[in-house]
Nanobody
Framework: EVQLVESGGGLVQAGGSLRLSCAAS????????IAWFRQAPGKKREGVAC????????DYGAAAKGRFTMSRDAAKNTVYLQMDSLKPEDTAVYYC?????????????????WGQGTQVTVSS
């Protein structure tokens, strides 16, 4: 069974930090491109960060640049999203997604496998 499970969300004050985790089962992240997305109520799903299986190259959405860092731990079959300098507008459900394509994108339709999401709430 292919499964992605996000964790690490919660409530944090503006300026604080959270680290989200996405643990994979049923496949290895070594063989997949992986991305983080987020979706706030009434908003479109937004690409946050992605990592390509081809070369490990990482791309970030505009809102994440300079504040968020994506990484992976192959031994744990887990990817992370370190979020620093959080703002209230970062409040959303954050999703992990994966696809076997060589290169990752920040387009949600690209991805076949999705986690259930984890809620991040940033208070002012």
């Amino acid at each position: 069974e292919v499964q992605l499970v996000e964790s690490g969300g919660g409530l944090v004050q503006a300026g604080g930090s959270l680290r989200l985790s996405c643990a994979a089962s049923g496949f290895s992240f070594d063989d997949y491109s992986i991305a983080w997305f987020r979706q706030a109520p009434g908003k479109k799903r937004e690409g946050v960060a992605c990592i390509s299986r081809a070369d490990g190259g990482i791309d970030y959405g505009a809102a994440a640049k300079g504040r968020f860092t994506m990484s992976r731990d192959a031994a744990k079959n887990t990817v992370y999203l370190q979020m620093d300098s959080l703002k209230p507008e970062d409040t959303a459900v954050y999703y992990c997604a994966a696809d076997s394509a060589t290169l990752a994108t920040l387009e949600p339709a690209w991805y076949n496998y999705w986690g259930q999401g984890t809620q991040v709430t940033v208070s002012s």
